[in-house]
């Protein structure tokens, strides 16, 4: 019996031990990825003139400035579900955005159910993307990389750039195209093709929304290419810039839409050192 209960107790203490290596290597994933944005930046700077009038005005009004820091940190306050059929949980996350290169790293942890820690890391940096889910940082339950998830990630980066004026004004690669005079296309280069999303203005000159007619969306093992969009509100001061404080992002489903992120911006920073 004694060899028993011995032999238990080291399979236990091997599956925690192995859990832990996994946990720590997330850790180490997050932080080489988040040490690569801002690197090699040698890119020229942006034609401001051929910016989008209302473009160039939304970023300037918002704080961005031409030669700003190489990477931004934001922290946010937001909830997040993974099913429609899912309660939202609560998330704290810290994001690093590059305002020259099109690349992020976000970092999220909260807990589902009241009781099981979460860790998400949503990234696309060097034009490779990366989706992530796990639990207690070792148990991973949602996944994404390739061909899809670069196209994806770099749309991310697309919509959020009304939290990251500075980027408007320095990020040479992104591609702009008045549609109208309330919607304006942007795109940046991915693979072979090319990322895309439309922005919508209000009658003040804020971005009040963002629609992409087909991104794409993990159903199992398979690629869904959905409708995308997300709303914006509530501008106000957030550090140094100007920016909205609410927003959410949703699929357009069969079944009707599905809201699976809401939250706000608590901060905006340059990132003060490596």
């Known amino acids: 019996m004694q060899m028993i209960l011995i032999g238990i107790v080291l399979v236990i203490a091997g599956i925690a031990a192995a859990q832990i290596w996994r946990a720590t290597g997330f850790a180490r ?14 890119a020229p700077g942006v034609d401001l003139a051929a910016l989008p009038p209302i473009v160039r005005a939304f970023a300037e009004r918002n704080g961005g400035t031409v030669g700003a820091a190489p990477v931004v940190v934001a922290t946010q306050q937001a909830e997040m579900r993974l099913a429609p059929d899912q309660p939202f949980f609560a998330l704290s996350a810290t994001q690093r955005s590059g305002t020259r290169q099109s690349d992020f790293v976000w970092h999220a942890k909260g807990t ?26 070792a148990i991973t339950v949602a996944e994404a990389r390739g061909a899809a998830a670069d196209r994806g990630e770099a749309m991310r980066f697309l919509a959020e750039l009304p939290f990251n004026p500075d980027a408007i004004l320095n990020a040479p690669m992104l591609a702009w195209r008045q549609l109208d005079a309330t919607h304006v296309a942007v795109s940046v280069p991915v693979g072979a093709g090319a990322a895309s999303v439309v922005m919508s203005f209000d009658a003040a000159g804020d971005v009040d929304g963002i629609e992409a007619a087909a991104r794409p969306r993990m159903v199992g093992d398979s690629v869904i290419e959905t409708r995308w969009f997300g709303r914006y509100a509530d501008y106000g001061p957030v550090g140094a810039y100007r920016l909205p404080r609410r927003g959410e992002v949703a699929w357009d489903l069969p079944e009707g839409e599905f809201v699976y992120w809401r939250g706000g911006m608590t901060s905006l920073a340059p990132l003060a050192g490596p």
């Open 29 to 42: 994933e997050i932080d080489a990825l988040n040490a690569r944005i801002g690197q090699g930046d040698t």
């Open 112 to 137: 589902m159910m009241g009781v099981v820690p979460v860790e998400v890391i949503d990234a696309y940096v060097g034009g490779a993307g990366l989706l992530e889910a796990r639990l207690a940082g």
